[in-house]
């Protein structure tokens, strides 16, 4: 297999802006501009599409701006998607458009049997076959109890204690079993230990480079796309054997995401990364 196999889901920013504060980065009295918003998400499209990964689109409906982060779908599973249930009443209407789009491309939609939030693959990453879950901000640890029975693999909770990086992908990024990066103050001392004892090659990604969402990446067989501004973290790739690719994406930062919340990977978050080895 080789990365070529990517199946991504975006949703095009129509209807993208900011127009609620839900958290530390988004300000509704910060000017943000819808036309540059579309040309960054159409190269970051165009990026994808050159490294082979096919694009699927979900509609964008009026009124759910946050839609386009289609990472906090859910999480992709084989033929099956956990579906999100959103912490912030802001976006819960995007859960019937998610799920409606799901079923209609043949996946079995399953839902954690608890009240708890969890926002799908924004806070569920796996690096090899452990399933890492970050809790606190948005999803709940209660949450991911039940996906564990889901997923049937082990689900190992980390806590994240900088609410700059509110979910997982914001400060930690599988590139293959075994390999991530991560921006260690994110966690606490125990979610540290717990990457450390189980990831052979921890790479620390720099305070300036996280804060520009570097380790929001998507990681396409040894491609890494990412925010643009990240050159030490471009820098340590490379000696890593992988080949980066930024992307300006500052409108979306705006929101409190880039490169990997723009992206649901439809064939398996749990494939990605084994895929990446091929
Ligand atoms: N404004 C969105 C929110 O706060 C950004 C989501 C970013 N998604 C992600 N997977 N990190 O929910």
Not at 157 to 164: A, K, M
């Amino acid at each position: 297999m080789t990365g070529r196999q990517a199946r991504l889901l975006m949703c095009p920013p129509d209807h993208y802006g900011i127009e609620y504060e839900i958290n530390p980065w988004m300000s509704r009295a910060c000017e943000s501009h819808h036309g540059k918003a579309t040309i960054q998400w159409l190269q970051l499209r165009q990026i994808f599409e050159q490294l082979g990964a096919t694009i699927e689109l979900v509609d964008p409906v009026p009124g759910l701006p946050d839609m386009v982060f289609t990472a906090n779908a859910g999480l992709v599973f084989h033929d099956r998607i956990v579906s999100s249930r959103f912490r912030h009443v802001e976006r819960q209407g995007e859960s019937a458009h998610f799920e409606s789009w799901f079923t209609a491309h043949g996946f079995n939609v399953a839902s954690l049997a608890t009240p708890a939030p969890f926002e799908g693959a924004g806070d569920a990453l796996f690096c090899g076959d452990i399933l890492f879950a970050g809790y606190l901000h948005r999803s709940d640890i209660r949450a991911h109890t039940k996906l564990a029975h889901i997923v049937g693999c082990q689900v190992l909770g980390l806590e994240l204690v900088d609410p700059r990086f509110y979910h997982l992908d914001t400060c930690f990024c599988p590139l293959a079993p075994g390999v991530a990066l991560y921006f260690p103050e994110a966690f606490d001392d125990y979610g540290r230990r717990v990457l450390q004892a189980h990831i052979r090659t921890l790479i620390e990604v720099a305070e300036e480079d996280a804060v520009r969402f570097g380790c929001n990446a998507v990681v396409i067989g040894s491609d890494v796309v990412f925010n643009a501004g990240c050159d030490h973290l471009a820098e340590q790739l490379s000696v890593l054997g992988f080949r980066a690719h930024q992307a300006d994406l500052s409108e979306f930062l705006k929101a409190g995401g880039a490169a990997k919340c723009l992206t649901l990977r439809l064939d398996g978050e749990e494939a990605a990364i084994w895929k990446s080895l091929a």
